[in-house]
């Protein structure tokens, strides 16, 4: 689907009513494709009781929500190798039952957990949309 950045936010406000913890979806794409935007308005969707902001630099950010298991909000662009995932607590976020939200689930490599859902963002040919595909 092709999608302007207002799209793009109903879109990951719907998805984010809809998703049902535990889940892990990954989110990939270019660098200014709209992974945060998106997380932020899947967040949005989920109640989460802040607005998501991006874990760039500190690689995971945590969000509670009013129906249960908290947010995590992963982004894993600035692990030099696969390997620099293993200490970021998937296991603990999947244990608590969250919902796992994965920007670059690729640069983690064996260390990001089984995604269940994963998006991946393009440019368009109109610079104001935004390609959205299910991987």
Do not use: N
């Amino acid at each position: 689907m092709r999608l302007t950045v207002d799209e793009l936010s109903r879109f990951g406000e719907a998805v984010g009513r809809e998703l049902r913890p535990p889940v892990v979806l990954g989110l990939s794409g270019e660098i200014g494709t709209g992974k945060t935007t998106l997380v932020q308005a899947l967040c949005r969707g989920l109640g989460a009781a802040v607005p998501a902001t991006s874990p760039t630099y500190a690689l995971v950010h945590r969000y509670e929500t009013p129906r249960g298991p908290p947010v995590y909000h992963v982004d894993c662009y600035r692990l030099r190798r696969p390997a620099d995932a293993r200490d970021l607590g998937f296991d603990d976020m999947i244990r608590e039952g969250a919902v796992v939200l994965i920007e670059w689930p690729e640069r983690a490599g064996p260390w990001a957990p089984p995604l269940d859902r994963h998006l991946r963002l393009a440019f368009d040919v109109d610079p104001d949309r935004r390609a959205v595909h299910d991987a």
